[in-house]
Structure formats: structure tokens, C-alpha cells
């Protein structure tokens, strides 16, 4: 199975900016369709931000758009999500995620990182 594995989590003041990567194994990575979700605790799993297999379709959240990019390197086999202007409420566990087929279907998925934003 594919292996994903997120990193650049931590700790940041509102306001302030921090990029996620996912770094993924296999070499059908450059057809898979990438999304990056996010969980807070107590609540429902949501969609942050998806990306095409070619990089040239993007989809954002109306929470996220204008403050989140999404990413890729194909080359590299790593996606990114950066964040700016963060705020209190992006509070959550990160997670990114590979659609093989690009039909929304998410089939594997990494561990996480927690992003903490304070006030």
C-alpha cells in the first residue's frame, strides 16, 4: 500500500504561517489525486484542500480560501499545504490523503500532524 507520512506541525501565534508536507511512497504517486483534511477534537473530520494529479485543479474550503495553497512535486513525491494568516479556529490534527482513482474516493492516509494556533 501507499505510505504517507505528514510533517511541519507545531505550535504557532495567530496570525503567523506554517507549511505542511506529505511525503508519499509508491510510484503511481504522479496519477493520485491529494487532499489534506484537518479533525479538531470532538468534531467531524472536513476537507481542507485537494489538488489534481497534474497540480492544475485545486479545491479549498470557503474556511481556508485565500489563506491556504495547496501543492505538489511530483518529482519529489511530497504535497504541501501552506498556511498564512492562521487563526485559533485551524486548530486540529492534519492529515493528507491519496485518491488513486481522482473519483473523491480517499484511500490512504496518513498519521498526522497537529497544528496548535494560539490567540
Known amino acids: 500500500q501507499v505510505q504517507l507520512v505528514e510533517s511541519g506541525g507545531g505550535l504557532v501565534q495567530a496570525g503567523g504561517s506554517l507549511r505542511l508536507s506529505c511525503s508519499a511512497s509508491?510510484?503511481?504517486?504522479?496519477?493520485?489525486?491529494m487532499g489534506w483534511f484537518r479533525q479538531a477534537p470532538g468534531k467531524e473530520r472536513e476537507s481542507v484542500a485537494t489538488i489534481s494529479w497534474t497540480g492544475g485543479f485545486t479545491y479549498y474550503a470557503d474556511s481556508v480560501k485565500g489563506r491556504f495553497t495547496i501543492s505538489r512535486d511530483n518529482a519529489k513525491n511530497t504535497v504541501y499545504l501552506q498556511m498564512n494568516s492562521l487563526k485559533p479556529e485551524d486548530t486540529a490534527v492534519y492529515y493528507c490523503?491519496?485518491?488513486?482513482?481522482?473519483?473523491?474516493?480517499?484511500?490512504?492516509w496518513g498519521q498526522g500532524t497537529q497544528v496548535t494556533v494560539s490567540s
Open positions: 490523503a491519496a485518491d488513486p482513482r481522482g473519483r473523491g474516493k480517499y484511500e490512504y
Open positions: 509508491g510510484r503511481s504517486f504522479i496519477t493520485y489525486a
